[in-house]
């Protein structure tokens, strides 16, 4: 017999369910150019993959800021889990939350500091972060990439978490999600 965990309660509105998968959508996107593109060195232009991957980077970035104050001027009803598991799920949220939005506010760091343009849909300019040379810049390059692999394994367990409540728990969590 399934769980009622989330049935008729806690389901996300529409407005949070399309922004959740257009951030799925463009963090697969992310992932797929950035292990696809070329490494970046001192003199790499930002051409091809790369310029593909500062542009779906900057709508990241819009993404989850509209998503932040969605957030915050919608909130969902009450999960209805144990008090375990939604402590677990509030932190892991959490967590997903400020990694998703710092690990493009970081590549755009280090794309100012390499004198690159970041454009929201290849039109709208972001300003530059950091000083073109700024050694500060280049390191949170390298922050970037290790906060990027610490996404993966936030996704990786978020999806878990999903598939933990659809098949092992048997409740409806999921569906909280899903259109």
């Not at 003199?43 to 980077?57: E, R, S, Y």
């Not at 993404?63 to 909130?75: D, E, N």
């Not at 939005?101 to 100012?112: D, M, Q, R």
């Not at 500060?136 to 978020?158: K, P, R, S």
């Amino acid at each position: 017999m399934e769980k009622s965990y989330g049935v008729g309660r806690g389901a996300y509105d529409g407005g949070a369910r399309f922004l959740h998968w257009l951030v799925v959508i463009l963090v697969v996107m992310q992932f797929v150019i950035g292990w696809t593109m070329p490494d970046v060195h001192k003199d790499t232009k930002p051409d091809g993959l790369i310029a593909w991957h500062l542009g779906v980077g900057a709508a990241l970035i819009a993404a989850m800021v509209i998503r932040i104050v969605w957030r915050l001027t919608h909130r969902p009803a009450p999960d209805a889990l144990p008090p375990m598991l939604s402590a677990i799920s509030r932190t892991t949220h959490f967590l997903l939350y400020v990694v998703l939005f710092a690990v493009p506010l970081l590549g755009w760091i280090n794309a100012s500091s390499r004198g690159w343009s970041v454009r929201l849909l290849g039109v709208v300019p972001y300003p530059g972060l950091s000083e073109t040379g700024s050694g500060f810049g280049h390191a949170m390059g390298d922050v970037h990439g290790i906060l990027a692999w610490v996404l993966f394994a936030l996704v990786c367990l978020h999806i878990a978490a999903a598939l933990f409540h659809r098949f092992v728990l048997k409740d409806q969590v999921l569906q909280r999600m899903l259109p």
